[in-house]
């Protein structure tokens, strides 16, 4: 019986919204939907900033990085949960699970940094305008992106060895929509401290790190916003940054509670909606929240608009 307990696992069995069977179709299309209006929504922005010579600037260049990393951090989770609703579970090898967790890492990371890169930017813009040009060349946004990539790719090794170097015996069904680490570690047969210590560590330097980044550059864009006598000049300065302040505030809120809000006290249920909103939801909203409160975006989406219609 002790060595039956102690068969190692093989694959895992993901069986999350699988207890409502009626509910499978409706789910479907529901993430159907959603999927599509990302896509969509994150390659038309890609598009827009790339047709448009007006939006050939850093931020809508970071823009255009987020959009990508958008796309390809809901690729890695929302078709494999749409599968998990029709086919009632979805059984994933050892190897492809561990691959997706590692790229859904990757890209989640970039995702913080570049939301990180974008406050700076911001602040350069409000606080530094006349060394903006100098400070945010090309040369340096591409070395700032580089450096997201880079970053986000050792955030993603490190935390995808220390996952995958736990023991997994036992019951292999995941109550969730993707190989991620609070899971991973309530299937685990092992010590898992040092695993349980990587986890601590990634949510304290990244995440909280990036959210300083963002959270000093906008205290000093506050400052300099508040220095502004006329009522014209302060809306126009902070409707620049109004777009990012949402977008921040959706995402690392989201990671807050996921990460960072005692995760063994939280019903498996809690995690699967938390999980949907940042995976699916979010990227989703993104390309609207920067298209909606943007009038340089929208200048550019109707002069398309027009150029498709004279055609």
Not at 6 to 20: D, K, N, R, S
Not at 195 to 216: K, N, T, Y
Not at 256 to 274: A, C, H, P, T, W
Not at 295 to 302: G, I
Request: with cysteine; glycine share 6%; charged share 15%.
């Amino acid at each position: 019986m002790a060595e039956a307990n102690l068969t190692l696992v093989t694959e895992f069995l993901l069986i999350a919204f699988t207890e409502f069977p009626e509910r499978g179709p409706p789910l479907f299309l529901l993430f159907l939907s959603i999927y599509l209006l990302t896509l969509m929504g994150n390659l038309g922005m890609i598009m827009l900033i790339r047709m448009d010579r007006r939006l050939h600037t850093p931020m809508y260049f970071l823009l255009s990085h987020l959009s990508f990393t958008d796309i390809c951090y809901s690729s890695t989770t929302v078709p494999q949960m749409m599968a998990v609703l029709l086919g009632h579970g979805v059984a994933l090898s050892y190897t492809r699970c561990a691959a997706q967790f590692f790229l859904f890492t990757f890209f989640g990371s970039i995702d913080c940094y570049l939301l990180a890169l974008m406050a700076y930017d911001r602040y350069v813009a409000v606080c530094r305008p006349l060394l903006y040009v100098n400070v945010m060349t090309q040369k340096a946004c591409l070395g700032f992106v580089a450096g997201a990539y880079v970053a986000g790719l050792f955030s993603a090794l490190v935390r995808t060895v220390s996952a995958f170097t736990l023991s997994f015996c036992g019951n292999n069904e995941i109550d969730f929509i993707f190989c991620d680490l609070p899971p991973l570690l309530k299937l685990s047969c092992g010590d898992s401290y040092t695993q349980e210590v990587v986890i601590v560590v990634f949510a304290v330097f990244v995440i909280p790190a990036c959210i300083v980044v963002i959270l000093v550059s906008y205290l000093f864009i506050i400052m300099a916003i508040v220095r502004i006598r006329s009522a014209g000049g302060w809306a126009k300065t902070f409707s620049t940054c109004a777009s990012h302040i949402t977008a921040v505030s959706l995402f690392f809120g989201t990671l807050i509670f996921m990460y960072l809000g005692g995760n063994s006290s939280r019903s498996s249920e809690k995690d699967r909606v938390l999980s949907v909103f940042y995976t699916t939801v979010i990227p989703m909203l993104n390309p609207f929240i920067y298209s909606l409160r943007n009038k340089e975006v929208k200048e550019a989406a109707r002069k398309i608009l027009s150029r498709v219609k004279l055609l």
